[in-house]
């Protein structure tokens, strides 16, 4: 008899994007005419730039010739990725290329991350939340059944909404593991250094590990705004950074992405004994992970040649510009948006008593708009919407129009 895992049937409908897909086929299905312009999940829509395409037909071509063939490359990446990720993102950090851990992205990661933690951990995240870090923590037995609000037992949910400004506060009492993630998905929000130094204080005081989602880190304008927490002093000794090329580069389909574990970092047994989580990560990937195809890292690499920096800063300000364009217009609408400046995500709340999934529908229905309905991401996403800047500039301009009609 083969058993199952039966804390996947904890797990609550489908995954978020997934259900916002199949509603959208479903009213496609029964409005084959409907122009329908999607902002729902945050998937890039411009080409790879054109540095990382021909990189990578150049590596095609090695890989067709018996004198520059590859078969498996190192399951941490290669180095000429790993030297190029130190040099261009980790200047003056103090991280080592040996402290990268190249992958197929950072969804992944941040999943197959709690393969290397124990069950009886205390487990921190913000509420709304990336759905993946809930729905792993499920699947992995750390949780227990979900309420009726969607909340499941044993996480702690730090609520992030309009009376915080979408900061989550350090909690009062100890927890073991904690998930953030800035530039936020899906709030859009950003924090000063302050508020990560809190946090990388908390967990040194409560020998916790943070586990730090900077994917949207390329968004960031300010430069008082962190786009590592390694920035801050203390995190080598208490935090995880997970880190992607799909949204600055384009490589939503591609698939490249990394994580960086210190070598100080360390996690305790059962026995109360000290033990390094990056002898632990190498083990779990060497095991698990065959690495990185060779035409992608060498893509990925091209993201930090010259012409690769320029293209991917002007794809940035293209999405940040859309982002710009559709704050712009729903603030022209009286409404309410947070988000949008140093992220690809404009989060707003639903106008008078509508739902998330209340406004999901009605948007869909009257304008053929889609967004992400804020209680996807948690109870507290409630009442809260998400569009995402990721999409071609005549759709943006279009879908500002459709709002402008749908509020007017
Ligand atoms: C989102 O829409 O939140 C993202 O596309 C999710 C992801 O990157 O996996």
Redesign the pocket.
């Given at each position: 008899m083969a058993q199952i895992n039966d804390h996947f049937l904890k797990l609550k409908a489908g995954y978020l994007?997934p259900e916002i897909a199949r509603r959208v086929n479903a009213f496609t299905e029964a409005n084959p005419d409907a122009k329908i312009i999607k902002m729902g999940?945050?998937?890039v829509t411009e080409p790879l730039p054109e540095a990382i395409v021909s990189a990578m037909h150049g590596a095609v071509d090695e890989m067709a010739n018996r004198d520059t063939f590859r078969g498996y490359g190192p399951e941490q990446g290669y180095d000429f990725l790993r030297n190029a990720i130190v040099e261009n993102n980790y200047a003056g950090m103090n991280i080592d290329a040996d402290e990268i851990f190249v992958s197929d992205g950072s969804?992944c990661d941040s999943g197959n991350i709690l393969d290397i933690f124990g069950h009886g951990n205390k487990i921190a995240i913000t509420d709304p939340v990336?759905p993946?870090y809930v729905d792993t923590n499920v699947m992995a037995g750390n949780t227990g059944q979900a309420d009726e609000s969607g909340k499941y037992g044993g996480l702690l949910y730090i609520p992030v909404t309009e009376e915080n400004e979408f900061v989550p506060a350090v909690p009062s009492e100890p927890v073991d593991l904690i998930y953030l993630c800035f530039p936020n998905?899906?709030t859009g929000t950003v924090v000063g250094k302050n508020v990560l130094k809190k946090w990388v204080d908390y967990a040194k005081a409560n020998d916790a590990i943070i586990l730090f989602d900077a994917?949207y880190e390329a968004f960031v304008t300010q430069d008082d705004i962190p786009r590592s927490i390694f920035e801050i002093e203390g995190a080598h000794q208490v935090a995880i950074e997970f880190r992607s090329f799909?949204k600055n580069a384009g490589f939503?389909g591609t698939r490249c992405g990394y994580t960086v574990v210190p070598k100080t970092l360390m996690g305790t047994t059962s026995s109360g004994e000290k033990t390094s989580i990056h002898s632990l990560w190498n083990r779990r990937q060497s095991t698990k992970f065959n690495g990185v195809s060779y035409p992608i890292q060498v893509g990925a690499a091209a993201a930090f040649s010259p012409d690769g920096k320029k293209q991917i800063a002007e794809l940035i300000s293209f999405y940040l510009t859309n982002a710009g364009l559709l704050r712009a217009g729903l603030e022209s609408l009286g409404m309410k948006v947070y988000g949008g400046i140093n992220a690809p995500y404009v989060w707003l709340k639903t106008p008078g008593s509508l739902s998330s999934w209340g406004f999901f529908d009605d948007l869909l229905g009257k304008t053929n708009l889609v967004g992400?309905p804020g209680s996807g991401f948690g109870s507290a996403g409630e009442g809260y919407f998400r569009l995402?800047a990721f999409n071609s500039r005549a759709n943006i301009e279009e879908a500002v129009e459709r709002l402008k009609k749908f509020f007017a």
């Open positions: 994007f999940i945050g998937d969804k990336y993946v998905n899906p994917a799909s939503t992400t995402s």
